[in-house]
């Protein structure tokens, strides 16, 4: 209310009826500036609190805790340099006791008599997997759902509204919140990780494509209204073609996410990577332990990597499209 | 016939149409002229029905198409084509299909989205882009060509729904003096070989003179003008541009004069020829 009425240049016109520009300015920049620093100081006081309470609210003192920090590192130090090489490829140990510490053969999984799958890869294709289905989910019913919501292509008011609510339930939740539910229900494995991914990608993507159609140009699509085309055609026809590219750059955005959040959610009891790093860490395995971060470390980047190339060429191609 | 009765079209306070009250009897090409903001487009608009009337009603043969909804609206709509001043393609598609997009109305929704398009249809689209010299960019994408090129294109998805009216909302105003005449010749052509009712927007007063039998001035909404080109006297044009906006009526009088001169050898029609340029032919506003 305040920064319109300071907008206003009719308050700023001086007894002549001149409008005193220079002045107008001065006003309000020096507003823009204590709204600077009001704000910083929001921030100070809202971060230390923040860590206070943390730090009240955790379970052991953390700075009395930190030194165990470096004994948990200190006894990832493998024993000699071949042994995460042993524990990524499933090859048996010399150090094997018999106890599950060095049993690494035993995780192979066998696609043929000789030929076998490490288990750790394994895994991470199971979390993969996770990852790339929940988003093509969640990316097709996104698609679905994201014109009906769009002000520019529903005029019924209330089936947006219907619509952005709905998305809003799905994204509201954590995907950890979801797939506790689920995991409830359906009982452990990857199935309630998969519903409760996509649900999340859902409500995720729907908002990020519509928020996209809004900014479509509608030239094309008043074109095919014009020539009698029905709603689907038109947007069909006159929107997804020039939305599409954006789409495909915001599901892979979410594929890099949904990567991270299934080996979260494993974990948790989804299986896959997340499930093998947690028993892995709390048994005190540590060459496991540093096999299995590496793999989920080159996976992340590799996926990220991969992400980022397809992104810049589908984006990079519509750019150079659109200035036509 | 197309009748107009005391059609109106506000937004909020504003009246863009006020009280318009006309007939157009088919196979006429009529100009609307009109300075920026006289309701021209919004006129347009509510025939082909993008928008609709706030009062009053248009007819066609008979047919209360102000009234229609659903498959009758856009069956209207098909019957009616429009031509718009920034083309309105689908710039990422190519020409042809383009094109056979004019198509849209004439068969199922599930046909079209899986882009099965007959040989006939393909045919008449590839016809359509021959009749106006195009056929060679059929499959580069629209947003790739020049703006002659895609007003032609546009032209070429109007024929594709054989329509019975094609309406132009100022087709050449964002064009080059070649493509214009191009544009305009086109529509000249389509309006007299095929019998189509042609009614275009245009902002010069030269480009309506040469090519329209019939013009229709507009000033604030209302219509101050209705006669054939040779009746638009300067008092005429004074009234529908107002004085102050006269000149902006023959400022792109460059336009015009190379419209004026190209059209000499591409066009053998029984036309009256209005072959000098505005400011010889009206020295009083130059
Ligand atoms: N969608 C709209 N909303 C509000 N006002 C509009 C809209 N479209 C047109 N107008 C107003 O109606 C009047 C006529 O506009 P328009 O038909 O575009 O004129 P022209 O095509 O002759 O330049 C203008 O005053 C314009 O501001
Ligand atoms: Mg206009």
Redesign the pocket.
């Known amino acids: 209310m305040l920064a319109t009425q300071s907008n206003n240049p009719a308050l700023h016109i001086d007894a002549d009826g001149n409008y005193d520009v220079d002045g107008h300015f001065k006003q309000l920049r020096g507003q823009k500036r204590l709204y600077t620093i009001l704000g910083l100081g929001a921030l100070f006081i809202v971060l230390f609190f923040s860590l206070w309470f943390a730090n009240e609210t955790n379970s052991g003192k953390f700075l009395d805790r930190l030194p165990h920090f470096f004994d948990f590192v200190g006894d990832l130090i493998p024993r000699d340099g071949w042994e995460i090489g042993r524990a990524l490829f499933d090859l048996s140990s010399p150090y094997f006791d018999g106890s599950l510490k060095f049993n690494y053969p035993e995780g192979r999984v066998y696609i043929t008599e000789s030929l076998y799958i490490p288990e750790y890869f394994y895994k991470m294709i199971e979390t993969l997997n996770i990852a790339i289905l929940s988003t093509l989910i969640g990316f097709i019913f996104g698609f679905i759902l994201c014109f009906l919501a769009a002000s520019n292509l529903t005029t019924e008011r209330w089936l947006r509204f219907v619509v952005r609510r709905f998305l809003e339930i799905l994204r509201a939740f954590p995907e950890i919140v979801i797939a506790g539910f689920f995991l409830a229900i359906f009982s452990l494995g990857p199935i309630p990780a998969i519903i409760a991914v996509s649900i999340h990608t859902i409500g995720a993507l729907g908002k990020m494509f519509y928020e996209v159609v809004e900014n479509a140009d509608m030239k094309p699509d008043e074109g095919l209204r014009a020539a009698g085309g029905n709603w689907v055609e038109r947007v069909w026809f006159g929107i997804v073609p020039q939305i599409m590219p954006n789409f495909l750059s915001y599901g892979l955005l979410r594929l890099e996410i949904n990567v991270r959040a299934s080996t979260i959610l494993g974990a948790v009891g989804a299986g896959g990577i997340g499930e093998v790093l947690r028993l892995s860490i709390s048994r005190g395995h540590e060459a496991k332990t540093l096999a299995i971060i590496l793999i989920l470390f080159v996976t992340i980047v590799c996926v990220d990597q991969l992400s980022a190339y397809l992104r810049k060429r589908i984006v990079g191609n519509q750019a150079f499209e659109f200035g036509a | 016939m197309l009748e107009l009765k005391n059609v109106t ?1 506000r ?2 306070p ?1 009246t ?2 006020d009280n318009v009250d006309f007939a157009i009897p088919e196979g006429q090409m009529v100009g609307v002229i ?12 509510m025939i082909n029905r993008l ?1 609709d009337t706030s009062e009053g009603e248009i007819n066609f043969g008979g047919v209360r198409t102000s009234a229609l909804k659903g498959q009758q609206l856009r069956n209207w709509q098909r019957d009616c084509a429009m031509i718009f001043q920034q083309f309105n393609l689908v710039p990422r598609i190519d020409v042809l299909t383009n094109v056979m997009l004019g198509r849209l109305n004439h068969r199922s929704t599930v046909a079209s989205l899986l882009n099965i398009f007959s040989d006939e249809e393909r045919a008449m689209a590839i016809a359509a882009l021959e009749r106006l010299g195009i056929e060679k960019v059929a499959l580069q994408r629209a947003g790739t060509l020049s703006g002659g090129q895609q007003q032609r294109v546009a032209i070429a998805r109007a024929l594709m729904q054989q329509p019975k009216v094609i309406l132009a ?2 087709p050449i105003a964002s064009l080059d003096p070649r493509n214009a005449q191009i544009v305009m010749q086109s529509l000249k052509d389509i309006n007299q070989s095929d019998g189509i009712t042609v009614i275009t ?1 245009l902002h010069t007063l030269d480009t309506a003179r040469s090519f329209c039998e019939r013009i229709i001035g ?1 000033q604030a ?1 209302r219509v101050v003008f209705d006669g054939g080109p040779d009746d638009l006297t300067e008092d005429a044009a004074r009234k529908i541009y107002g004085a102050d906006n006269l000149e902006d009526a023959f400022s792109e009088a460059v336009t015009s004069t190379s419209l004026n001169g190209s059209r000499s050898k591409s066009s053998g029609s029984e036309r009256p020829p209005v072959a000098r340029p505005a400011a010889e032919q009206n020295p009083v506003y130059a």
């Not at chain 2, 009109?34 to 608009?45: F, H, I, V």
Request: glycine content about 20%; cysteine-free; hydrophobic content about 40%.
């Open positions: 079209r937004f909020g504003n863009a149409v009109g300075a920026s903001g006289a309701g021209k487009s919004t006129l347009l608009r928008i909302d100022e927007n507009m909404g």
